[in-house]
């Protein structure tokens, strides 16, 4: 029912800035929390914001204060605001959709998109 395209990754600098986009097909409302997990390679697959349907945003604490999560008023496409980049920044960056609350755990949130590259250089 719901899928979900990333788009905006590539590569840049440290300390510079990116924006990703996640472009949402079918319906979603406020009952649906989204957000973003990344990948390094070698590395567990973890959480970086989410987005409850009431409008909270929850921040792992390694992009706290540099990433923000947002969305358009329509909840048509999902924004991931990326500053201050680090070379651990550096990974896949899935936009994903679960039901109900939030949650941390890559497992429980049902949608994925495919990814898109975020690679930052020192």
């Known amino acids: 029912q719901v899928r979900l395209v990333e788009s905006g990754g590539g590569s840049v600098q440290a300390g510079g800035s990116l924006r990703l986009s996640c472009a949402v097909s079918?319906?979603?409302?406020?009952?649906?929390?989204m957000g973003w997990f990344r990948q390094a390679p070698g590395k567990e697959r973890e959480w970086v914001a989410l987005?409850?349907?009431?409008?909270?945003?929850y921040y792992a604490d390694s992009v706290k204060g540099r990433f923000i999560i947002s969305r358009d008023n329509t909840w048509s496409t999902l924004y991931l605001q990326m500053n201050s980049l680090k070379p651990e920044d550096t990974a896949v960056y899935y936009c994903?959709?679960?039901?109900?609350?939030?949650?941390?755990?890559?497992?429980?949130?049902?949608?994925w998109g495919q990814g898109t590259q975020v690679t930052v250089s020192s």
């Open positions: 079918g319906y979603t409302d406020s009952s649906y929390c």
């Open positions: 994903t959709a679960r039901v109900g609350f939030c949650s941390t755990t890559p497992t429980a949130n049902k949608y």
């Open positions: 987005l409850g349907g009431g409008g909270t945003r």
